[in-house]
């Protein structure tokens, strides 16, 4: 149970106020939700770990000091044992004007004590304060990055498929919701999926199928769902209805469809009005279905929405508790920026959120992101360049998410215009972002991922992200951009060339000065070895 949470709020809220930041500011300074981050400053709920309290204290300005007696309060707040007396500054120390009186030894055993205390506790020692500018990239693993990470949901009922390189398909407001699906008991209308999946064929796209909207004859008393179908939120009244309509559905495009989404934004009472307990048995009734007739196909879990949120991580355990991922071979999540002109890396902490919910319930599933909440795409548009940049970064941030088993994610969307990015609108040529993404394809073609990693834990300015990559001609691609503003870094030994997502290209040579921003850039080194 947590400790008092009052003495670590009010330390928190008197950071931010010091630093002149507002909630917004904070938030993408540190890759957090200014909501959760109110809700921090208020007491309402505790960081989930000291990284997160290191993040928001260091984007305003804290210093070693504070850092410490951060960790001292965090560990109360979250019911941990206190430290031992001596890692705390004495409280004349931080009341008095005159220059600080720890020497470096006395700083250094400081934190020497703290990385002792938060190791013997079992506590992961990358949640040091930062400024001990740890080396070595926050994770290095080789793996092969396969191009159905760049997903899109294609939200249109036309058949026709993008005109840029795309490495998969989802279909969700496509027409092709359950009640449209099976308008009747007894009748179905494979019309449009037909279409669709035809279309996704020629492509040579794998496609995943979204279940939600039950018929009305279904489910008659049920909540309406946000659709002009007359469809419902709630699960059938007789869940063999369910199984039946999957198991015909799933024997029809055999082979065709590749995954099946268990249901959209499970957690929301718009679309899905019944229990946690009943999503779980709906799961395991699909699960069966889709494995008698089709077992090489993908059963995705249904997906968890509002994940910023603690009651949408609660739903998320709770699901789990139930052994709800046992019947499908992965997890859902709608993962995404909180607001669109929030920055994508915000989606780097929120994934370490939900792999912690997950790790508490004792499961560790593989993950794909499948799509945006309802308020997402009613943000504002973002204007073109910013767009471009963001619609790259997604998935830059869906490929140092691998580290959590992250294995594809769905931007949304495809085939509709008027949200905050629009990559390409049916009947229109592809968007600059569009453009963009199809370029970082082009660069990680046929490659493996090596390593990801932020600012000092890599040395570089504290701003700027990274990748890298091996590509099949052993050349080594490193791409760099930053979360905001501009930093001046060292290209990496054996720099030959840079490249931008425009299409062009220039020489430079090792040791040069590379200018980092936003727009994400690409560095071809000489083959190694």
């Keep these: 149970m947590a400790g008092d949470r009052g003495e670590l709020a009010c330390r928190l809220a008197a950071l931010k106020q010091r630093s002149g930041l507002s909630y ?76 600080r009186t720890f020497s470096v030894m006395s700083t250094g055993l400081v934190l020497v004590l703290v990385l002792v205390s938060l190791t013997a506790s079992g506590a992961d020692v990358a949640t040091i304060p930062v400024r001990q500018q740890v080396a070595g990239p926050s994770w290095q693993r080789e793996r092969p990055l396969t191009p159905s990470l760049f997903g899109v949901t294609a939200s249109s009922s036309s058949g026709v498929m993008p005109s840029f390189r795309v490495g998969s398909l989802r279909f969700w407001d496509s027409g092709t919701r359950w009640a449209r699906l099976q308008p009747r008991r007894d009748a179905y209308d494979w ?17 995943t199928l979204v279940f939600g909207g039950t018929p009305a004859w279904a489910a008659p008393a049920g909540p309406k769902a946000p659709y002009g179908d007359d469809s419902r939120s709630a699960p059938p009244d007789d869940l063999a209805v369910w199984e ?77 508790e139930l052994r709800g991922y046992d019947h499908c071979d992965v997890a859902g999540l709608n993962l995404h920026q909180q607001h669109a002109a929030d920055p994508p890396e915000t989606m780097i902490g929120l994934l370490r959120q939900i792999d912690g919910a997950l790790h508490d319930a004792g499961v560790h599933p593989r993950l794909w992101n499948t799509g945006v909440t309802y308020e997402y795409v009613r943000d504002d548009r973002l204007d073109e360049q910013r767009a471009a940049d963001y619609a790259v970064r997604f998935y830059l941030a869906a490929i140092h998410g691998s580290h959590f088993s992250l294995e594809r994610t769905y931007f949304y969307n495809w085939g509709g215009g008027g949200l905050p990015i629009t990559l390409q609108a049916v009947g229109s040529p592809p968007t600059k972002a569009a453009l963009a993404v199809e370029e970082l394809q082009r660069w990680l073609t046929r490659t493996n991922t090596q390593s990801c990693g932020q600012g000092l834990a890599i040395g570089l300015p504290a701003n700027v992200w990274q990748c890298q990559f091996t590509a099949d001609d052993n050349r080594l691609l490193t791409i760099r951009w930053t979360h905001e503003g501009t930093a001046m870094t060292s290209l990496p030994p054996h720099a030959e060339e840079v490249r931008g997502l425009d299409g062009t290209s220039r020489p430079v040579r090792a040791g040069d000065t590379l200018a980092v921003s936003g727009t994400p850039v690409l560095v071809v080194q000489q083959p190694r070895g």
């Design 191 to 207: 019309t449009v999926l037909d279409r669709l999946v035809a279309g996704a064929r020629k492509a040579d796209l794998p496609a």
């Design 24 to 99: 917004s500011e904070l938030g993408r300074k540190s890759h957090i939700s200014s909501s959760t981050l109110h809700r921090y400053c208020s007491g309402t709920t505790v960081p989930p770990d000291y990284r997160t309290v290191v993040g928001i204290a260091t984007a305003c300005s804290a210093d070693d000091e504070e850092l410490v007696e951060l960790l001292a309060q965090w560990r109360v707040a979250a019911g941990q044992a206190a430290l031992p007396e001596i890692v705390r500054p004495a409280p004349e120390s931080r009341r008095s004007p005159r220059p």
């Design 244 to 320: 039946r309509f999957v198991s015909t559905l799933a024997a029809r495009y055999q082979g065709r469809i590749d995954a099946y989404e268990v249901w959209v934004h499970a957690n929301d009472q718009r679309y899905f009005s019944g229990s946690t307990e009943t999503l779980v048995e709906m799961t395991r009734l699909a699960g069966r279905a889709i494995r008698a007739v089709d077992p090489r196909a993908v059963v995705v879990c249904p997906s968890i929405a509002r994940l910023w949120t603690d009651e949408g991580r609660a739903v998320l355990r709770r699901f789990a």
